[in-house]
């Protein structure tokens, strides 16, 4: 079946701009996840949804980061006002029901904030 | 201390060989245990579960130290497919809290 998707694959903005990414996880998938990975570093959690559950935001590095899930299913990461530091690829990942089940990732989004 | 720490490696193999990495953890209530595995520019993979007992996978071996709080992955008789990053996975508590990935080992297997 399919996996996870994520538009756009690439993502050229100026510092300033607001940019919107997007993840579809698997269909059926409860648990969706948000996470980044500068060059040469690990992943770095963002943000958990997990049914109707209100997410867990704990690792948002500011508020200008938010996202939300519609419908239980697709997923819009939004960052306001790019910074340069905010360059790195943006991972989404879906897992059946929860963190303890099999994490799918998507192929990411690499933003370039110039 | 960090959540999860990994040697960066990284390890330069021949093939054929055995290697093993670690990984150690600081939160004492961890339950659940993970390797990613994660080729260049590409997306994590799950490559297995770590089991209290310890568990295998053709030739992958997965242990877990709860005294000690790490973890080891062995992959023995390497082949050049396995040149990747492998990333050591931790839940931070028990129950449905996020994974926290470390930074990875990178592995390069040589012909």
């Known amino acids: 079946g399919a996996g996870v998707s994520q538009s756009p694959s690439n993502k050229v903005t100026e510092k300033g701009k607001d940019v919107e990414l997007r993840c579809d996880p698997i269909?059926?998938?409860?648990?969706l996840y948000w996470y980044r990975q500068s060059l040469g570093q690990g992943l770095e959690f963002l943000i958990y949804f997990q049914g109707n559950s209100a997410p867990d935001k704990s690792g948002l590095p500011s508020d200008r980061f938010s996202a939300e899930r519609t419908g239980g299913s697709v997923s819009t990461l939004t960052i306001q006002r790019t910074q340069q530091e905010d360059s790195a690829v943006y991972l989404c990942?879906?897992?059946?029901?929860?963190?303890?089940?099999?994490?799918?990732f998507g192929p990411g989004t690499r933003l370039t904030v110039l | 201390r960090k959540e999860v720490e990994q040697d960066p490696g990284p390890f330069n193999v021949p093939e054929g060989a055995t290697v093993a990495f670690n990984c150690t953890y600081s939160n004492s209530a961890s339950q659940s245990f993970f390797w990613y595995r994660q080729d260049c520019r590409k997306e994590p993979k799950l490559l297995m579960s770590v089991y209290s007992s310890g568990n295998e996978d053709g030739r992958f071996t997965a242990q877990l130290n709860r005294a000690s709080q790490y973890i080891s992955l062995l992959i023995r008789d390497s082949k050049l497919s396995d040149s990747a990053t492998y990333l050591c996975v931790v839940n931070r508590n028990s129950g449905n809290t996020p994974l926290v990935f470390g930074k990875g080992t990178r592995l390069s297997v040589i012909a």
């Open positions: 269909s059926g998938h409860t648990a």
């Open positions: 990942a879906s897992s059946l029901d929860g963190p303890l089940d099999t994490q799918y």
